[in-house]
């Protein structure tokens, strides 16, 4: 890595940006999936801010017990606190603990980058609210007559938690989403809350990000079978629905549903299709009327013509300069490569490098609260 380190050195020059390292991430044996994904969250900056600031505000209370919270802090805290620019790090504390929390990442097998995703973003909810809850009943115990302070555990406003625990991992990544049915017959509208990470959308061949985020918030009639049970009419009606974005999240994360699984063939298929995803992206037709604009700064890319095989590379956006991190090397692509990763526009081509999770970071100030 040596001479990829300096050749990226030389590469950005004087643009090499103050304070930033670039940094590959050793794989032991199959752990591209969570390498790729680890890169994208590090170059999400106040994602990466906030665990830092975490490390550091939690490294005093040095009994502090391992989990994947801190081997991930301590591993981003290693990344920028190396002297050298660029390198490569060994996560091995950080794949080690995630393969004793979870049986499904222990295996030699292929992994899905999504599922990993998912799994550590809710694992660190739970730490951090479990953490919460621990401090809160100490200073309970310290300081009793403040017990209601913060009303019932359960309470909710809308269907939107509003208890005390919003963590910071929340207040990046979740967004809130309302599944609105219109009964056909009294035309009363019951609309349902439900918070999410990421949007996991389904994918045509030749189609666009806005296109598959319009066809999720498309109306689907429930009739037949699927009638909807109205409580204002007591009885099964025809109904319509449709999904909206109530509260876009200031870091969009969206995967592609590029593996299918094909009834005829009893098994699982990659999609190879062309999904073109935009640099920037407008949020209109989803969200409530209000347009939310987006900065695309990372893609984690899944390689390979199958699902139980292959390889995850990511691309990332750091002040201005596009980066592709594959493994232990890291090397400058231009913007306009990004657009190679769309997808294949016939079903058999030798381009298996495909788009699987797009991370857009919000442009407006509003959602940072």
């Not at 990421?198 to 109306?219: A, G, H, V």
Request: with cysteine; aromatic share 10%; charged share 25%.
């Amino acid at each position: 890595m040596g001479a990829a380190g300096s050749k990226l050195e030389k590469a950005l020059g004087d643009q090499f940006p103050e304070g930033e390292r670039y940094f590959g991430l050793e794989n032991f044996g199959n752990t591209c999936y969570c390498n790729s994904v680890l890169q994208a969250l590090y170059f999400c900056v106040p994602f990466r801010e906030q665990l830092l600031e975490y490390y550091s505000s939690n490294k005093s209370t040095g009994d502090a017990e391992e989990n994947l919270l801190t081997c991930l802090a301590d591993l981003f805290t290693q990344i920028s606190s190396q002297k050298k620019k660029t390198g490569v790090i060994a996560p091995k504390r950080f794949v080690q603990r995630l393969k004793k929390q979870n049986e499904l990442f222990r295996s030699y097998m292929h992994q899905d980058a999504h599922e990993f995703l998912n799994f550590l973003l809710n694992e660190l909810v739970d730490i951090l609210e479990k953490e919460a809850q621990a401090a809160k009943s100490d200073q309970e115990t310290s300081s009793p007559p403040e017990k209601m302070v913060n009303g019932p555990k359960n309470a909710q406003a809308n269907g939107c938690h509003k208890d005390p625990l919003v963590t910071w991992v929340h207040k990046n990544f979740q967004g809130i989403l309302t599944n609105e049915t219109r009964c056909l017959r009294c035309e009363t509208v019951t609309a349902r809350d439900e918070t999410f990470f990421d949007l996991s959308l389904d994918i045509e061949q030749n189609s666009s990000i806005t296109s598959c985020l319009k066809n999720f918030s498309s109306t689907e009639t429930l009739n037949a079978e699927d009638k909807f049970f109205c409580d204002k009419c007591c009885s099964l009606q025809e109904a319509q629905k449709r999904m909206k974005i109530k509260k876009p999240p200031h870091i969009l994360v969206i995967h592609l549903k590029r593996f299918k699984y094909i009834e005829q063939l009893g098994r699982y298929k990659k999609l190879s299709y062309r999904v073109v995803f935009p640099l920037e992206l407008k949020l209109s037709n989803t969200v409530e009327d209000a347009e939310s604009e987006y900065s695309l700064f990372a893609v984690v890319v899944h390689v390979g013509s199958g699902p139980n095989h292959g390889h995850y590379v990511s691309l990332v956006k750091s002040h201005n300069h596009w980066l592709f991190f594959d493994d232990e090397n890291v090397e400058m692509i231009d913007e306009s490569a990004v657009q190679t990763f769309f997808g294949s526009a016939q079903e058999y081509s030798s381009n298996t490098d495909h788009g699987y999770i797009l991370f857009y970071e919000s442009l407006g100030t509003s959602n940072k609260s």
